[in-house]
């Protein structure tokens, strides 16, 4: 239609869809021999082909590094199941994935995350939301973060004190919308889950588990804490916890926040090296299009909240 000029412009956003999706059970257990759950979904309009290999560290070894998959329907799901052996230990460099190839240029990959990390001693540090004075063995490898979508485009620091828990994220990709911080969920938090007993079994909560969240302020230049209440391990839900220390700070497109946990906080906590801590964390990130999350080790779609027991493990080191 034309009346002799332009009369109106629409713009259309069109989102498309990966035509692979792979998802990846974190490994839970002690090291030692386990099996793991790939599950690999055809989102395109043509049945598809292809080879699922593991890659996994020198240390580490696959009853079958290559595995085929054939006749892969569109919409379907198929779940693999993988033999593997892994230990605590792996060099700098190196990483453990799955990685499905339908040739043509599709492809997916996604961590194999294992449930335990060497969190390092704190030296120095200043809460002040920048992050030069972190070392770099205090970063969770990119390579061990999951994310419910896409890469996990986000950098996660912790450490212990003999005065707590120190972490830090840098999130690149965040809306900073206003959001009420005690409705944690709605918006930028990070959900740090802590059993100070390390204590694996099947449990509800008990004394020595807790449900910190850390929200950022980033107009107040500080960070908003809480512990949830999920059972018998604090009297009600704490809201703004005094006593915390921390630093949110605006970047361009998203966030830096910065904090510390003391040791007071967190029930039945002895700190000290050659010790260790259960732990999960859980970053929520309200991203442009939607919200996703990036965690370690578990994510909270298989309800690891309400799961102590399975929670990762941390070795207090020097």
Partial sequence: MSEGGRVKEMTLRVLVQPALAIEVAPLEGKPGPVTVAVKIGNRSARPLDGVLRLRVPASWKADAPETKVTGLKPG????????????????????????FDAGGGLSVAQPIIPNCFRLCRAKDLTIDGRLDDWPARARMPAWMLGSTHGRPDAKVYLAWAPEGIYGAVEVPGAVLDKTDPRSFWSGNCLEIFIDSRNEKRRRAYGPGDHQFWFVPLVEEKRVYAGQWKQGSEIPETRYDIPGIRGAAIATPGGYVMEFLLPAAEIQKFKPAAGGAIGLNLNLTIKGRQFPHEVYWPAPKSLNIQVRPGDWGSMDLVE
């Fill in 76 to 99: 379907e799901v198929r779940e693999v199941r993988c033999g593997l052996r892994w230990t605590a230990d792996w060099k700098p460099g190196e990483s453990a994935a799955a990685e």
